[in-house]
């Protein structure tokens, strides 16, 4: 019986991401329902088919029927919005362009340079991928994503961060500023800056200085905190050393550095299936704790504290990992 549930587990993040794409739900909220065939014309598909799709949310709880009529359940109900982080995860992480990458993740078991799935699925590692005009709709729904991801954790980001006796902070590779803009807000004294591989060298916006740079190559220098957030887990070891060496170079001795990212906790299936979504996509990693103890060694740094955000994306607990000299 638990094979069977487990191979038969995709069929629900198949239909899922079908009920999300037909645009149904943006007509439907807890309180106001619609037909089947009202819904079937306002999205342009055949009748019978949506039935059947919503007889199917209805025995997995993302929909509630009321005589003729469904509903989205309460725990559903951010699917009404196309810009929730829920919508916006199933738009993302559904997607073919990601999902038909998982149909190679067998053959990159046997790959000893490090190929992800999806190199293997499409010919060219994920960010480059994406950054063809022709694959633009995938990049904006990730970007879109990420902004939204961005949003959920400032708050906690915000909230814990130590950032008194901070006059320069650099976020390293911040992409729209959000955190830096926030912390901004928080801390007006503070001068930020964000890094990241833009198409301009360097401008100025809501109290935000923005660089372009490869954190591979060079960071600004002799700043009093550097930020790195979500990234490391797009890296395997090596890379990631190598960024957290470049941090190293540009910090001086009294320099602080935040990691922030989810620690793996043991026998947990999320963090889990997680570290495996990012080795499919871009030969990346969660990790313990122990982990990164090893990696910012190899980097000359060492781990000074952690902070707990009490926050969770993936299963487990995001946290902020200071590191210093």
Same mark, same amino acid.
């Given at each position: !019986? ?259 990212? !989810? ?63």
């Amino acid at each position: !019986m638990m094979l069977s549930e487990i191979t038969i587990a995709y069929r629900k993040s198949a239909a899922l991401f079908a009920f999300v794409e037909s645009k149904a739900p943006l007509y439907l909220t807890t309180n106001d329902g619609k037909t089947v065939k009202e819904l079937a014309q306002l999205c342009h598909v055949s009748e019978d088919r949506f039935n059947r799709l919503f007889h199917y949310m209805q025995t997995i709880n993302v929909l509630t029927k009321k005589e003729d009529k469904f509903y989205l359940t309460e725990q559903c109900a951010s699917l009404s919005d196309p810009n929730s982080l829920e919508t916006l995860h199933i738009k993302f992480e559904l997607n073919p362009t990601i999902w038909n990458s998982w149909s190679k993740y067998n053959e990159s078991l046997h790959e000893m340079n490090n190929k992800s799935a999806f190199e293997i699925n499409h010919h060219q590692p994920y960010f480059d991928y994406i950054s063809h005009e022709s694959n633009k709709n995938i990049k904006v729904i990730f970007d879109n994503f990420m902004s939204k991801v961005t949003d959920v954790t400032n708050k906690p980001i915000i909230k814990s961060i130590p950032l008194r006796g901070i006059n320069s902070l650099v976020d390293i590779g911040g992409g729209l500023g959000s955190l830096a803009k926030e912390i901004k807000i928080h801390y007006p004294h503070i001068q930020c800056y964000v890094m990241d591989l833009y198409d301009f060298d360097r401008k100025e916006s809501e109290g935000v200085t923005f660089i372009k740079g490869d954190f591979f190559a060079g960071i600004p220098s002799e700043h009093d905190a550097y930020c790195i957030k979500n990234v490391l887990h797009n890296w395997p070891d090596q890379k990631a050393v190598e960024i957290l060496r470049t941090c190293h170079k540009a910090m001086r001795k009294d320099s602080v550095l935040y990691i922030i990212e !989810m620690i793996k906790e043991p026998d947990d299936a999320s963090s889990a299936s997680f570290d495996l979504y990012m080795d499919i996509i871009v030969s990346g990693k969660s990790r313990y704790y122990s982990e990164f103890e090893s990696i910012a060694k190899q980097a000359g740094l060492s781990i000074t504290n952690r902070y707990n955000l009490n926050f969770s994306l993936t299963g487990s607990q995001q946290y902020i990992i200071e590191m210093r000299k």
